[in-house]
């Protein structure tokens, strides 16, 4: 089976992207990882991905004239390189409705709560200042709302007392690196299997 031609969309440190590729290196697993874009040069991502051999580009959103531009922009690069799944993994822009209606069905975010709760940035200091005592993360399909797609998967972890924002993303994160590789060869598999 050929693998789903997939690009990874990032703006930081990009541990999530580290944990695909390292997942991709299985040949059973359905998704390719064949282009990464940052809209921040400095990411540290961008070094993961060189490391791998894998295509990267700095999409810069300050670049753009409006968040259409920049979308457009992003558009352009994954049609050229005929990507056919995107992975949102800590890619922090909120996309334009066009884009992600474009993308429909094609396109996967990893978010640091669990939804329907805690949704948009600072997802774990809204955790501990509701006062939770379970978080964790989920993959879902992107809607133009932000946050709300159809939930793929979904992990929790405890939230300990004496946690900080720290801490608890820390926790967080480690769930995320087993549910998103989990989640993107689930669907991966799905689009070879079921898709048209
Ligand atoms: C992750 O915790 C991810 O869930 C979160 O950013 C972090 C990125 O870490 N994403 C969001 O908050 C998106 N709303 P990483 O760059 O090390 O993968």
Redesign the pocket.
């Known amino acids: 089976m050929q693998k789903v031609k997939t690009a990874v969309l990032?703006?930081?440190?990009?541990?999530?992207?580290q944990a695909l590729i390292d997942a991709a290196k299985d040949d059973a697993w359905p998704a390719g990882i064949a282009l990464v874009i940052s809209n921040k040069a400095d990411a540290y991502?961008l070094t993961r991905a060189e490391r791998a051999g894998i295509a990267t580009m700095v999409i810069d959103h300050r670049d753009y004239d409006g968040r259409e531009a920049f979308d457009t922009a992003i558009d352009d690069a994954l049609q050229d390189h005929a990507i056919e799944l995107v992975c949102?993994?800590?890619?922090?822009r909120i996309l334009t409705a066009d884009f992600t209606t474009n993308w429909k069905g094609r396109m996967l975010?990893?978010?640091?709560s669990l939804l329907p709760s805690f949704r948009?940035?600072n997802?774990q200091k809204q955790a501990l200042d509701a006062g939770v005592k379970i978080s964790g993360?989920t993959v879902h399909l992107v809607t133009p709302d932000l946050?709300d797609g159809p939930i793929i998967g979904q992990s929790a972890v405890p939230v300990k007392d004496g946690d900080t924002v720290e801490t608890l993303?820390q926790r967080?994160?480690a769930a995320?690196h087993v549910l998103y590789p989990e989640c993107v060869g689930k669907y991966a598999g799905w689009m070879r299997e079921y898709g048209g």
Do not use: V
Not at 10 to 17: E, F
Not at 109 to 112: A, E, F, L, M, V
């Open positions: 990032i703006s930081g440190s990009g541990s999530n992207l991502g949102l993994a800590g890619f922090m975010n990893i978010h640091p948009g940035i997802a993360c946050d993303s967080i994160l995320e």
